[in-house]
């Protein structure tokens, strides 16, 4: 028996701009499962009150103005909260700054350009992979990504490559085989292949697999200069 009335993600909002603070509040209200418990200017005001407030998933400017900017927020936010998600907002269409961050710290981290949030299943998908300690990055930077030359992610077969992209897009294994017509078991061995493939193991740390999948595949891909 299904919950019809589950629990709603309580999500904190960090920007500096008040009219696109408003507007992200305004495309967060328009989903049943989102309540938002805090709205921020600055990081010092967010790192002063949002412990308390106790979110599942704080949605970050990367480029804040003040000391800190909004992955460095996020990890102090981590400190006090290390089961927070984060979803960082960004004009910038290379995902370096999560590619960056080391594998035991980066579950959890989505990647969500600004100009996607009036996009409601997009934001939401962001927002609950990273409650659930996953990676989500924005479709638009998943379609613009290329495998680098000889990398490990260039020698996946073709469905191979769309399954991680669309793991990488925060979908689950059913939401893939809807969206290539095949069934879950299909769905479920073409990922085992992946794993398989980029010699990803099960139990690498007790980082999920996935995590370290959509790692792999930011750090063997570069975006094409021709969009």
Do not use: C
């Not at 003040?66 to 936010?77: C, D, H, I």
């Not at 600004?114 to 990676?135: F, N, P, Q």
């Amino acid at each position: 028996m299904t919950d019809e009335n589950p629990e709603k993600v309580r999500v904190v909002v960090v920007e500096d701009e008040g009219l696109y603070r408003d507007l992200v509040r305004i495309a967060l209200s328009q989903h049943p499962r989102l309540e938002v418990v805090g709205a921020y200017a600055d990081a010092e005001s967010a790192l002063a009150e949002v412990p308390a407030l106790a979110p599942a998933v704080a949605i970050l400017d990367i480029e804040l103005a003040g000391t800190l900017n909004g992955v460095q927020l996020g990890l102090r936010l981590r400190r006090e909260l290390p089961e927070i998600g984060v979803v960082l907002l960004s004009n910038h269409r290379d995902p370096e700054f999560l590619s960056s961050l080391p594998a035991e710290t980066i579950a959890g981290w989505s990647y969500l350009l600004k100009k996607s949030v009036g996009d409601v299943e997009a934001l939401w998908r962001a927002i609950e992979g990273a409650a659930a300690g996953l990676v989500v990055l924005d479709s638009a930077l998943v379609t613009d990504m290329q495998p680098r030359t000889n990398s490990s992610v260039s020698k996946l077969a073709p469905r191979q490559r769309e399954i991680l992209g669309l793991i990488a897009q925060g979908l689950s294994n059913a939401a893939i085989a809807e969206q290539l017509t095949l069934s879950e078991k299909s769905v479920e061995n073409q990922i085992n292949l992946v794993y398989q493939n980029l010699a990803i193991q099960r139990s690498a740390g007790g980082i999920h697999p996935r995590v370290i999948a959509v790692l792999r595949y930011m750090q063997d891909s570069r975006i094409s200069p021709y969009v």
